[in-house]
């Protein structure tokens, strides 16, 4: 026996097979949503354009001491101020008191361009507090030259070409002082030890090596090393 396959007609709703209730003319479309227009949900939820942002949270109150004078001694001369017992000897250096020739570097104590001498021992200016300077005699290169006349140390710096970007050196020659103001007398090995905590970019380690052997024979009146 054969089947009738025709199909009984469905009845004519006035909408397309694919319109939905949620497409019809009562009805939303996800483009109503995301253009931002107020609709009614059939949940009952209401979507508004433009929800105001919400009011930004007070500022914090800042804690902590501020600033509090001391005085530093630096290259022989007295210099007051007033500073956040946070900053650090090389920022009072470079932004209170103008005296930038110790660079800022690596700002973590590890490559020795921001090099002093602090009552006679080199000192990453990066890693001490200004104000426990206090008290304590604090030389910068500044201090080395006498008028025209330049230190043995920075006379042998430039003899023996050893600074090429610059960034380094003021550093290395406040190191090379300190370390000749102890060891006056250095071999080449003893000088390459002694130096070991500041690095130089450019590579001039052959130079500082040499003008540190230069200055100390200068400081010894010219006599060869033993």
């Known amino acids: 026996m054969s089947r009738d396959k025709t199909k009984t ?3 004519d709703t006035g909408k397309s097979p694919r319109q939905g209730p949620a497409q019809g003319k009562k009805g939303f479309s996800r483009r109503d949503l995301f253009r931002g227009a107020s609709v009614a949900l ?3 939820l209401l979507v508004t354009q433009g929800a105001p942002a919400a009011a930004a949270p007070p500022a914090a109150p800042v804690f902590g001491p501020g600033k509090a004078p001391l005085s530093l001694r630096i290259n022989g ?4 101020l007033e500073v956040e017992p946070r900053v650090t000897l090389l920022d009072a ?4 008191l ?4 110790a660079k800022r570097v690596c700002d973590r104590a590890t490559c020795g ?3 002093v001498i602090l009552d006679g021992n080199p000192v990453y200016a990066c890693s001490v507090l200004a104000i426990e300077a206090q008290g304590s005699a604090i030389a910068t290169v500044e201090g080395l030259s006498t008028g025209k006349q330049m230190h043995p140390v920075q006379a042998a710096f430039v003899n023996n070409d050893a600074q090429q970007c610059g960034f380094c050196t003021p550093g290395f020659v406040m190191a090379c002082k300190a370390f000749l103001d102890k060891n006056p007398n250095p071999t080449r090995e003893q000088v390459r030890r002694g130096l070991g905590g500041n690095l130089c970019r450019c590579g001039t380690y052959v130079g500082v090596t040499e003008a540190v ?3 100390a024979k200068a400081r010894r009146g010219g006599r060869a090393n033993a």
Do not use: M, W
């Open 9 to 11: 007609p469905e009845p």
């Open 213 to 215: 052997l230069e200055a």
């Open 93 to 96: 250096l470079r932004n209170y």
């Open 113 to 115: 361009a921001c090099t």
């Open 77 to 80: 001369k007295v210099h007051k």
């Open 98 to 101: 103008d005296i930038t020739g």
């Open 42 to 44: 059939p949940t009952g």
